[in-house]
């Protein structure tokens, strides 16, 4: 199977790797891999695309079985950097196209014209470094930009936080409204979910783990998830989750949660929230 004929749709459950430095991704990916993760998660800043790269190259998974993302820092935005700064990723991972590419964060105060990032973004895929692009942490306004630049059905997904403390509606529905695909980072909140008693007794009525419920609630809305996590026993049950159908009723109950707990929101970076 050749690059082109990969699959290219978004895993719906794949390895994140924020906040994972030196050996501790190393052993995450590899484990992750290990217990069946096909979809990695990484991104320039993250300081860790080198040892990803080690550890997908030291696994014996076959390219073709797996879907690797990155996403490109702020201060590669601009047209003439944008396309190096991927060939060094690309470079770092030990591969020859990234499956998904996607803006990190939209350029701080618009420095960089979204139709300019964008832009760019598209000529790398021409260029065949990566086989679908998308977006992250976009307000609905940097959404349209993006679209007008280059057309809805280009934009593989917008990957934005999401979890049942942060349940992001107004981002949500603009994006759903435009056929755009939905991935949600921290969808365990950095394990915030398993001590909400509303989440735990929902959970004990299906007889699985405040995790998984939380996990399910993503799924059952359409929503792909990458929870991160170093030890092998939540890597596999966050892979190997049992699937549950929770009820309007159960929904609704998780509903009732959101606080606007944003998790992820740099000084000096994050947008204008929507």
Do not use: C
């Amino acid at each position: 199977m050749n690059a082109n004929t990969r699959n290219s749709a978004i895993p719906e459950i794949g390895l994140g790797t924020f906040r994972l430095q030196g050996q501790v991704v190393i052993d995450s990916v590899t484990t992750g891999l290990e217990v069946g993760y096909r979809h990695i998660d990484t991104a320039q800043i993250y300081g860790n695309e080198a040892e990803v790269g080690q550890a997908i190259a030291a696994s014996g998974v076959a390219r073709d079985e797996l879907f690797v993302t990155t996403k490109i820092w702020i201060d590669s935005l601009q047209r003439d950097k944008l396309i190096p700064s991927l060939k060094d990723s690309l470079h770092k991972l030990q591969l020859e196209q990234l499956d998904l590419t996607l803006i990190h964060w939209p350029s701080p105060n618009d420095a960089t014209p979204v139709a300019e990032y964008m832009a760019a973004l598209a000529e790398a895929k021409a260029q065949g470094l990566t086989r679908s692009i998308g977006v992250s942490n976009f307000t609905n306004a940097q959404l349209q930009q993006a679209i007008a630049t280059v057309g809805a059905a280009e934009i593989a997904t917008q990957q934005i936080e999401i979890h049942p403390f942060l349940q992001n509606r107004k981002v949500i529905d603009f994006v759903r409204s435009q056929g755009i695909h939905i991935t949600a980072y921290m969808p365990l909140a950095y394990g915030k979910v398993v001590t909400d008693p509303v989440i735990a007794a929902i959970a004990a009525k299906h007889g699985v783990t405040p995790a998984q419920v939380a996990l399910n609630w993503s799924l059952q809305q359409g929503f792909a998830v990458i929870p991160s996590s170093t030890k092998r026993a939540n890597l596999e049950a966050n892979l190997h989750f049992t699937r549950i159908t929770l009820s309007p009723e159960e929904m609704a109950q998780i509903a009732t949660l959101e606080r606007g707990e944003r998790l992820a929101n740099p000084d000096g970076i994050a947008p204008a929230w929507d």
